[in-house]
T-cell receptor, first 113, second 110 residues
Framework: DTAVSQTPKYLVTQMGNDKSIKCEQN?????MYWYKQDSKKFLKIMFS???????INETVPNRFSPKSPDKAHLNLHINSLELGDSAVYFC????????????FGEGSRLTVL | KNEVEQSPQNLTAQEGEFITINCSYS?????LHWLQQHPGGGIVSLFM???GKKKHGRLIATINIQEKHSSLHITASHPRDSAVYIC????????????FGTGTRLTIIP
């Protein structure tokens, strides 16, 4: 049973489309995160949710909207996709916000054509 | 200049060699993470530390808070250790987001 699972693993789409990436954790953790890894492999925090509430919202365009229906799920919806959105998006969780080991999903590679 | 700098950027070594990867940071932190990203892309947390030293198997991580520096050591390196190793620092209280280094690509040759 995968601790943090993301779907889809690969996503290829046209500019201007809207797409979602889903993330689920079965660890009972309170906190979930979305990270973006660009073409240079640099990781950057996008969002952090603690018990379904937004804690961190980095300077991410408002085309990106996270949704946490419950503390086990944190989905990422992206509107009006742009070429620069192409990246690998990682979901992660930790037991408590800001404390403890991070558990990462396998990543979702988004390619915008 | 990144807040978190790693060196070297790339490292190639023979199987069995002792490996050291360095991480320096310029901000106050409450903790530091070492992560491993496999060639397939998955990321695994290796260590989280805020002082001293931790050991897990052949991996050892140390941190010197005063010098704002951490090292990751691998003893008796093996080709399966080939991966990108990423240092990430957690800000001090009130700024708990993680800031990542650019990673060190390690290749161990049999």
């Amino acid at each position: 049973d995968t601790a943090v699972s993301q779907t889809p693993k690969y996503l290829v789409t046209q500019m201007g489309n809207d797409k979602s990436i889903k993330c689920e954790q079965n660890l009972g953790h309170d906190t979930m995160y979305w990270y973006k890894q660009d073409s240079k492999k640099f990781l950057k925090i996008m969002f952090s949710y603690n018990n379904k509430e937004l804690i961190i919202n980095e300077t991410v365009p408002n085309r990106f909207s996270p949704k946490s229906p419950d503390k086990a799920h944190l989905n990422l919806h992206i509107n009006s996709l742009e070429l620069g959105d192409s990246a690998v998006y990682f979901c992660a969780s930790s037991q408590v916000y800001g404390i403890g080991e991070l558990f990462f999903g396998e990543g979702s590679r988004l390619t915008v054509l | 200049k990144n807040e978190v700098e790693q060196s070297p950027q790339n490292l190639t070594a023979q199987e069995g060699e002792f490996i050291t990867i360095n991480c320096s940071y310029s901000v106050g932190i409450s903790a530091l993470h070492w992560l491993q990203q496999h060639p397939g892309g998955g990321i695994v947390s290796l260590f989280m530390l805020s002082s001293g030293k931790k050991k897990h198997g052949r991996l050892i991580a140390t941190i010197n808070i005063q010098e704002k520096h951490s090292s990751l050591h691998i003893t008796a390196s093996h080709p399966r250790d080939s991966a990108v190793y990423i240092c990430a620092v957690k800000g001090a209280f009130g700024n708990e987001k993680l800031t990542f280094g650019t990673g060190t690509r390690l290749t161990i040759i049999p």
